[in-house]
C-alpha cells in the first residue's frame, strides 16, 4: 500500500518537475524571439517626461506594474483568445534621465500585445488549459 502511495506521489512529482519544465522552456523561448523581432517598449517617465524605450528582457523584469485595459474575446484557430486592449500600462522603473525610481508609462502597450502574443501562442499552444493561465503570466510581464 505504502509502495503504491510512493508510486502516485512520484507520478505527480513527475507531472509537476515536466510542467515546470515546459513552461520556462516555452518561457525562454518566447522571451528569446520577441528579443529577436526587434520589438522596443517605449517609455515614459511620469515624474519629468522624459522618453526611452527598454528592450522585452529589460521591460521582463519583476516590477511593481499598473495598467487599465477592456477585454475582446477574438477567434484564433480553434482557440478563444482574451485580448485586453490598453488605455494605459506603467511599471516602476529607474528613469535614466532623473534617476529616481519612478512610475515609467509603456506608450506602445497594444504594439507590443500584438508582437508578444503570436509567439507566447505558438510557445505555449500545447494544451489550452495550460495556455490560458500561462498566457496571463506572459502578459502580466511582457505587455
Ligand atoms: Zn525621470
Known amino acids: 500500500m505504502l509502495a503504491w502511495l510512493a508510486v502516485v506521489l512520484l507520478a505527480v512529482l513527475a507531472c509537476v518537475i515536466v510542467m515546470v519544465g515546459m513552461f520556462a522552456t516555452a518561457w525562454r523561448r518566447t522571451l528569446a524571439q520577441v528579443e529577436a523581432s526587434g520589438l522596443r517598449y517605449r517609455m515614459r517617465c511620469e515624474s519629468c517626461g522624459h522618453e526611452f524605450s ?22 484564433e484557430g480553434p482557440m478563444l483568445v482574451n485580448e ?34 503570436p509567439i507566447a501562442l505558438r510557445n505555449f499552444g500545447l494544451a489550452l488549459a495550460v ?9 502580466a510581464v511582457l505587455a
Not at 495556455?131 to 502578459?139: E, P, T
Open 84 to 117: 485586453p486592449h490598453y488605455r494605459y500600462v506603467a511599471k516602476r522603473f529607474v528613469c535614466p534621465a532623473c534617476g529616481e525610481k519612478v512610475w515609467c508609462e509603456n506608450l506602445n502597450a497594444n504594439e507590443a500585445r500584438d508582437a508578444v502574443n
Open 54 to 75: 527598454l528592450s522585452p528582457r529589460e521591460f521582463a523584469r519583476i516590477g511593481m506594474r499598473r495598467s487599465r485595459s477592456a477585454t475582446r474575446t477574438r477567434v
Open 131 to 139: 495556455l490560458v493561465v500561462i498566457g496571463f503570466a506572459v502578459r
